[in-house]
């Protein structure tokens, strides 16, 4: 129980402070994922670095195409750190990209979980809303990139995303 309160007492700190340092523009190589969150204090030091050089490992691999390799990598990651939100996502991206819904869904849940509130989880919604939309789920995408926006209201890929789903306003005149 007290766990309870004092993750959520966390999570009202975290959304309070939120707010700042948002940039406009979606740099992944400026979303850092190195802040040690509450759970991973848990996770041995060594442990954390072997997840961290995984996690690195496993996107070197993606990059290069290598799919296979990289989802160990990341898998090996979460097996050290199961609080690693950023080998969650990319677990989730892959899954997404072969069609293995239920996976992505399941790696997105854990990556929202766990990540810091801001671009990050804005990132992530936008992600977890184009499965929905390729699921032909616009409500649901719809919903994940409300969320987004919510997280990061300056997040143009949100924006984006959100009015391809949504129907434009009908313009009403009254004469």
């Not at 991973?40 to 060594?46: E, H």
């Not at 989730?92 to 990556?111: K, L, M, V």
């Not at 391809?164 to 004469?175: C, E, G, I, N, T």
Request: glycine letters at 6%; hydrophobic letters at 40%; aromatic letters at 12%.
């Amino acid at each position: 129980m007290k766990t309870k309160v004092l993750w959520f007492a966390l999570l009202a700190c975290a959304v309070a402070l939120g707010a700042c340092g948002k940039s406009a523009t979606y740099n992944p190589n400026e979303m850092k994922s190195d802040v040690p969150s509450l759970e991973q204090s848990t996770v041995p030091p060594g442990q954390l670095r072997a997840s961290t050089e995984l996690l690195e490992t496993g996107k070197r691999k993606w990059r290069v195409g290598d799919e296979k390799h990289a989802v160990k990598s990341f898998k090996k990651s979460v097996e050290k750190n199961p609080y690693n939100f950023e080998a969650h996502y990319w677990l989730g991206i892959i899954a997404r990209d072969n069609h293995q819904w239920e996976n992505t869904g399941w790696h997105f849940a854990q990556a929202i979980q766990y990540c810091p509130q801001g671009r990050w989880e804005a990132r992530i919604r936008v992600d977890w809303g184009y499965l929905f939309e390729l699921q032909g789920q616009k409500g649901m995408a719809a919903k994940q990139y409300d969320l987004a926006l919510l997280a990061d209201p300056e997040f143009r890929e949100a924006l984006s995303a959100r009015s391809r789903v949504l129907p434009p306003p009908s313009a009403s005149f009254d004469h």
